[in-house]
Each structure stands twice: as structure tokens, then as C-alpha cells.
């Protein structure tokens, strides 16, 4: 799998503040971005928006509108869930990067960034999910993975996938080994299982017909 920093864009020259609104309306209507990083004697100030790009009049200088900036941006060293993380929270498709020394070395595209997400374990492998919950204070990566592993398969991939005042929920991709022995010991060390499973079905119709056969047989 390649790395992250391979999909580094510094093809695209940056804008600059002493550029017009135009030009900068003519990189939106050229390229499909929603953000565009600009640059002010050779240091990263922020990015233009495409939003706000069209209400400006085209004969202002971006230097006008420079404090409507939006200041985020990555670091260089960054790993690609963070970088994933960036995209999402500052709801763009271009993420500039500044190496440790502050200076602007290009930008990912969020296409790119998703290219790579598709090539990891996580999403490549063949593998079935699991959503569990505990308390916070009582469970540990370490005790999900031996639980899987001495079931005789493997964690492809895990994370938190969200948070309560009291529990965490943790969604898991396990390789198809023994999953239906893999939930029942989830339950026994007192996990939640959150997600529904084809065998939780099947187990579950054989409860109903058995406790309709008991009802009968007791009438």
C-alpha cells in the first residue's frame, strides 16, 4: 500500500494574495474544489472558499477579504486517519500541509485520501463487522483481541466509534473465522453486541419455535 505523503499535490500552484477574486473564481470553475489554500509572501495564511468566492466582487484583491481565511490545515507527518479526520470535521475536499518548519509543501484531495482509506486492511480484506459497547472502565483493546484471537481469528481493524458519559462503543472488522463463537464470548465477558448477525437470527428462531413447541406441549 502506498503512503499517505505519496498523494501530496504540489502541481497546483497555491494562490496569493495579491491575486483578484477572479482568478480566483476561474481555479473553482476549473477545478472541483470547495477550498483553495493562498498564500502571502510565500507563507500559508488560510484557504478561499468557493462559497464565499462568488459574493465578492471580481475586481477585489483576495488581500481584501485575507481575515474570511479559513486557517486549517495538516501536518506533513500527519497519519492518514487524522488527515481522514480533517477532511470530515472541516467539511472540505482539499486539506493543505505545512511540514514542521510551517511551510506550505502542497495539499491532499479528498478523493485521494479515499483512494488510500480503500487499499487499508480495514476496508480491503474480507472480514465481517461487530459494533460492541461496555463500560469505559472495564474493557481494554487487549482483552478484544484475545477474545477474537482465541476463537481462532484475527482483528483486521478496530476503533471507537463513539462515546457515552458511561460506555464505549468499539466497532471491530474480524476475519470469518468461528464469528458466531466470537459474539457468544463477547457476551459472556459482558459486552453488548450493538450490530445484528445472520447467526443471532437463526438462534433466535430456534428460541421462538422452542418456546411455542414448550407452550404447546404444556397446554
Known sequence: M?????????????????????????????????HFPVLENEVFIGSISEEEVYIYPNSDLINDHKLNLHR???????????????????????????????????????????????????IKENGGIVVIEKESTEYTFSQICQIVESNEAKVLGAFISNVTANTTQITLKISQHNFNE????????NYTILSEHQEDSYLAGLKERSDYLDKYLNI
Open 2 to 34: 502506498d503512503n499517505i505523503t505519496d498523494f501530496i499535490n504540489n502541481q497546483v500552484k497555491p494562490l496569493q494574495v495579491n491575486n483578484s477574486v477572479d482568478e480566483a473564481t476561474t481555479i473553482f470553475s476549473d477545478l472541483n474544489y470547495t
Open 72 to 122: 486549517f490545515f495538516v501536518r506533513e507527518n500527519m497519519n492518514w486517519f487524522d488527515v481522514f479526520e480533517e477532511f470530515s470535521k472541516n467539511h472540505t475536499n482539499l486539506l493543505p500541509i505545512l511540514n514542521e518548519k510551517n511551510q506550505y509543501i502542497g495539499f491532499y484531495e479528498l478523493d485521494d485520501v479515499l483512494h488510500f482509506l480503500n487499499e487499508t486492511t480495514f
Open 182 to 189: 466470537i459474539i457468544q464470548t463477547f457476551r459472556r465477558y
